[in-house]
């Protein structure tokens, strides 16, 4: 069967780059079709209001035949552009669903974290400019329609995450061997888990999948992303970052994991005030500093409103042991009274329906595993009691 692939780029602008990779697609026997984002500004060069609602309309437009062509058995999605170009490609890039194959072959002319934190999308760096053609753009061009058209003729048969729900859980490096343990723990009894990066643009990417459905349970272990949100931190927009998996109903085992430090850029380039509270260098490029007191009841507080309004079981998990791996003895964000900060705020707001657990132990500590399988456990057998319902029925 003759294998299609949907080519996103403006025509008006890159049409010898367009020839050329459908040439390269055509040499490993599969087909482009070409959706034309141009703007056909006839040559003026637009700015401000007018170019921003000509994308927009340009974008919608093209989502809806993308679509169409999806289900018309496109195989793969792949866009080439710059920045006016780029930006359109990704808008309706993040409309198709989000497992379905993406590439976008681009100068880079923006951080490309905030346009695929929520979508998997193959970004390929042309480095030189998409301006005509020449020996460096020509070995990109072939390079991506070979890795495209591995994409198309790859199996399709493996079934959709969506299809096998699993135990959603969140992690950071901060709390990683807690996420270790207990992916091991859950995959003793027969589950799997997904586990999310809660870095400020993983979250988006664990919301986006909670709403489709890809998880049964989820244990939201590294909350950290409440702190970019509410005080300081790069991060994409996630309104429903602490809300999705509840609004689709589904049991939640939470900790404060990470909620103890504000993820900040390279050392260097951190404001002097943030550098006058404790911090240490994460990596080269992250530096993690403490939280205030007040800040700590202030994304606390945001918690406790997030779980209150749940109408699925939910428990809160306090590790009072520390909620980091630098929130321990001897370490750079030890912090005992930010801990009962945190379990002040949950004890005077929580709802009673809300089933508070405290633990001495630390985030890290298998014992904290211990407890979250111990909160996770009834809503496994309640699960495998209704599968077994269905099945006999």
């Known amino acids: 069967m003759t294998r299609s692939v949907l080519v996103l780029a403006t025509v008006e602008t890159k049409s010898e780059a367009i020839a050329f990779f459908q040439e390269a697609m055509a040499r490993n026997d599969v087909q482009c079709h070409i959706l ?40 793969a999605a792949v866009a080439i552009g710059g920045g006016t170009g780029g930006e359109i490609a990704l808008q309706v890039m993040r409309a198709m669903p989000f497992a379905f194959p993406k590439m976008l072959i681009t100068t880079l002319p923006f951080d490309p974290r905030y346009a695929v934190a929520d979508n998997a999308i193959v970004i390929v760096p042309t480095l030189a400019d998409i301006c005509g053609l020449n020996a460096s ?40 061997k807690a996420a270790d343990g207990l992916v091991k723990a859950l995959e003793a009894e027969g589950e799997e888990a997904t586990v999310f990066h809660a870095n400020g643009f993983g979250g ?6 909670a709403r489709c459905g890809t998880f049964h349970t989820v244990v939201d272990m590294t909350t950290h992303e409440l702190t970019r949100i509410h005080i300081a931190g790069a991060h994409v927009d996630m309104p429903d970052r602490l809300t999705a998996a509840r609004d689709y109903g589904v049991p939640q085992i939470v ?11 390279e050392l260097s380039l951190v404001p002097e005030a943030y550098l006058a509270r404790s911090h240490y260098a994460h990596t080269p490029l992250f530096t993690h500093v403490q939280v205030s007191e007040e800040e700590m009841a202030l994304v606390a507080g945001k918690l406790v409103e997030v779980l209150n309004a749940s109408t699925a079981p939910v428990s809160l998990i306090v590790p009072m042991g520390g909620f980091s791996h630098q929130d321990a003895p001897g370490c750079a964000l030890e912090a005992p009274g930010l801990r009962e900060v945190f379990l002040e705020t949950a004890r ?35 699960r495998e009691g209704a599968s077994n319902v269905s099945a006999s029925a």
């Not at 079934?159 to 729900?165: A, T």
């Not at 988006?204 to 999948?209: E, K, L």
């Not at 900790?255 to 850029?265: C, D, Q, S």
Request: net charge neutral.
């Open 137 to 176: 753009l020509r070995q990109v061009l072939d390079t991506s329609a070979a890795m495209l058209a591995g994409l198309c003729k790859a199996s399709t048969t493996r079934p959709h995450v969506s299809e096998h729900p699993s135990v959603g859980i969140t992690a950071l490096g901060a709390t990683g």
């Open 36 to 75: 034309d984002l141009s703007l056909n500004a006839g040559g003026e060069v637009w700015h401000g209001a007018r170019k921003l609602e000509s994308m927009a309309a340009v974008a919608q437009k093209a989502s809806s035949l993308a679509q169409q062509a999806i289900e018309g058995g496109a195989s």
């Open 204 to 209: 988006a990417a664990y919301a986006r999948f």
């Open 255 to 265: 900790l404060p994991g990470g909620l103890n430090f504000i993820g900040l850029g």
């Open 348 to 382: 005077a707001g929580l709802s009673p329906k809300v089933d508070l657990r405290t633990i001495a132990s630390h985030i890290n500590d298998p014992l904290t595993v211990s407890a979250i399988m111990d909160a996770l456990r009834p809503h496994l057998i309640a």
